[in-house]
């Protein structure tokens, strides 16, 4: 399988099946190793042959001493032992190939479970319920997928087969020993216990240090994401070495993990080093005695010795093998938590009152008779707080009919950009009912929803590419005409001469080469290629002079000629020509209706337009 071609959606859909069936275990070596195995599904193939592969090359290196040992009592008595050197020459060539055959699957399928993992990862993240992005930080998330699944890999490729091979190969070198030397090999296993009961007792320790440093990482990538994402705040305020300071720390905490780590496995290591050369130095000695006074020959020491020796290998693999399995465990928590985060429903709340095929759910569908004039969006009694102890919306109700023009208009805090979070389904309603083309919001699908509605937000996201790659992000395959038509609804028209190569221009990261105005009308623009039922705008002249505020007033009329307008703004001359205007304060409806309208019947209105100078007919006064 690690070889095969799997759609995206598949392979993630697998990996969290596979991620909800797997309980991260105690802390116990047999739950850690239990764990491990079952991130192989799919893999076990690979891991037979492989462990066969390691298995016939360990069994041929079995079979070495053996083959030394009639070398060696061969010559002592004077016979031909060429053939002997030929299949030892043999031997070891052969166990040196199908090793690395059985190692380079292994590698590969260490790749193809992190490939899965990652995949599942990016997918879920992707995917996460956006209460949830309040409440971890990015920067860790994406340590998840890149740190810790490394690590993982590891573990994945070489420990799982080491510690099965290893034992399997110590089990033989044992058995073999025995028949060679009872007493010798009682000596070895009283020396190897004694190294067990010390590595025993770190393995905790490795696993909760390794838990610590991988924590550590991820804050760290999190401190970093936060300040390079406000450089220039930083730089202005000259916060470069505070920050610098401030993840410091984390990169400190990260060390100090890592140095605890490493010195728990330096003495695991060091105990079954010495160990093993304890063992050897006990096995030489005693059996050199031995020989001495006649009670062995020289080949059976010499066989003996080898054992002792290839028993190192295996020996040292699967106390490796175990601290790795426990510090794969610390990576694996943090994955694992990510994947048992809840993702955003796929189905409706209430799918028993979905419409049939032939009738859309959504609000670009067709409207059935009698649905003609209903509103694209509507808010009853809507109530809504990020937490429990703190409402946003505490009753509001409007509607925006097709083709017009409503404006969202109230001091700041009022929830404003809360409706639109609602309405883009990003969040879900406390009590209340949003309705799209005439449907509850529990009817339909998110993606329903989404997809007859576009956002341009305050905080307007160009990302790195050209100019034609973001205008055509929600509509990739677009032709030249619609591109052209937006970029003429949007006044795009100045940029795209001006930039080298025009669509085709690489904007930057961020768009760092657009001013603030010029990425916020490549925002409307593909917003407006999708050619949505419902067009929300976030405060669209917060980056605009006067000049092109006027001019996106003309814009948006033309625009709700087309699809409906749900416009947030402070600036009151932005929306003074709506057709509906929704006055919002703490969270409550409290006004609606025309600029005009609202100047004579809202004194909180008459407030905010006095505050801007605005009077009946949208002239601004002198002051």
């Known amino acids: 399988m690690t070889g095969a071609t799997v759609p ?41 042959v492989a462990g066969v592969l390691t298995l016939v090359g360990s069994a041929l290196g079995l079979a070495q001493p053996l083959v030394a040992k009639q070398v060696v009592d061969a010559s002592g008595r004077g016979q031909v032992i060429w053939p002997l050197l030929a299949l030892l020459g043999a031997l070891f060539v052969v166990e040196a190939a199908t090793g690395a055959a059985g190692r380079f699957l292994l590698e590969r399928m260490g790749e193809g479970v992190v490939r899965q993992l990652r995949h599942g990862l990016v997918g879920r993240l992707l995917r996460l319920e956006m209460r949830e992005y309040d409440r ?93 994402s406000a450089l220039p705040m930083v730089r202005v305020h000259r916060a470069e070495e505070r920050e610098a300071a401030g993840i410091g720390a984390r990169v400190d905490a990260a060390y100090g993990a890592g140095v605890r780590t490493a010195k728990l496995a330096s003495v695991m290591s060091s105990a079954v080093e010495l160990a093993v050369q304890g063992s050897f130095l006990i096995v030489l000695v005693v059996g050199g005695l031995r020989v001495g006074g006649q009670a062995g020959s020289l080949g059976d020491l010499v066989a003996f010795l080898l054992y002792a020796s290839y028993l190192v290998l295996p020996l040292s693999s699967v106390f490796r093998s ?8 610390g990576a694996y928590q943090r994955i694992d938590e990510v994947l048992r985060l809840p993702v955003e429903p796929t189905a409706p709340r209430n799918p028993t009152d979905r419409p049939p095929a032939s009738q859309p759910a959504g609000p ?34 409007f509607a925006v009919p097709p083709r017009r023009h409503v404006a969202l208009v ?59 790659d973001n ?12 591109i052209r038509r937006v970029v003429e609804l949007a006044r795009l028209e100045e940029v795209v001469d001006r930039l080298p190569g025009g669509l085709a221009a690489v904007i930057g990261e961020h768009g ?69 205007i929704v006055l919002l304060q703490d969270g409550r409806t409290v006004a609606g209706g025309r600029h005009e309208d609202l100047l004579v019947g809202s004194a909180l209105y008459r407030e905010l337009a006095a505050s801007q100078m605005l009077r009946s007919g949208g002239e601004s006064g002198s002051g």
């Open 8 to 48: 995206h959606g598949d392979r993630a859909a697998n990996t969290e099946a596979e991620a909800e069936a797997v309980a991260v275990g105690g802390k116990s070596t047999l739950a850690a190793v239990a764990t491990m195995y079952r991130l192989t599904a799919g893999h076990r193939g690979a891991i037979a």
């Open 322 to 329: 175990v601290g790795l399995i426990q510090r794969g465990m």
């Open 471 to 482: 205008i055509t992000y929600a509509v990739p395959d677009a032709t030249d005409g619609e």
């Open 512 to 580: 760092c080469n657009l001013s603030g105005g010029e990425r916020q009308r490549v925002a409307l623009a593909r917003a407006l290629l999708a050619r949505p039922a419902l067009l929300l705008l976030d405060e669209p002249t917060s980056h605009l002079d006067a000049i092109n505020e006027s001019a996106l007033t003309t814009v948006m009329k033309d625009i709700a000629q087309e699809c409906a307008l749900l416009v947030i703004a402070h600036r009151l001359s932005t929306v003074q020509h709506a057709d509906h």
């Open 364 to 397: 670009t569908g067709t409207r059935a008779a009698g649905q003609a004039e209903q509103p694209v969006l509507a808010l009853s009694d809507v109530h809504f707080g990020y937490s429990p102890e703190r409402p946003v919306l505490r009753g509001v109700s």
């Open 136 to 228: 971890h930080r990015s920067g860790d998330l994406i340590s998840r997928v890149t740190a810790d699944t490394t690590l993982l890999r590891e573990v994945v490729s070489q420990a799982l087969v080491d510690l099965v091979t290893g034992s399997l190969v110590a089990a033989g070198a044992i058995a073999l020993m025995a028949w060679l030397d009872p007493l010798l090999l009682l000596l070895v296993v009283v020396t190897v216990a004694a190294s067990a009961v010390v590595v025993a007792s770190l393995l905790t320790g490795i696993r909760n240090a390794s838990e610590h440093m991988q924590g550590s990482v991820g804050a760290v990538a999190a401190d970093l994401d936060r300040a390079l």
């Open 410 to 468: 109230g001091p700041s805090g009022a929830g404003k950009s809360t409706v639109f979070a609602l309405v883009a389904r990003f969040y879900e309603p406390d009590a209340g009912t949003l309705r799209f083309s005439g449907r509850p919001a529990r009817e339909l699908t998110r993606g329903d929803c989404r997809r007859g509605i576009a956002v341009v937000d305050q905080n307007t996201h160009v990302v790195h590419g050209t100019l034609r």
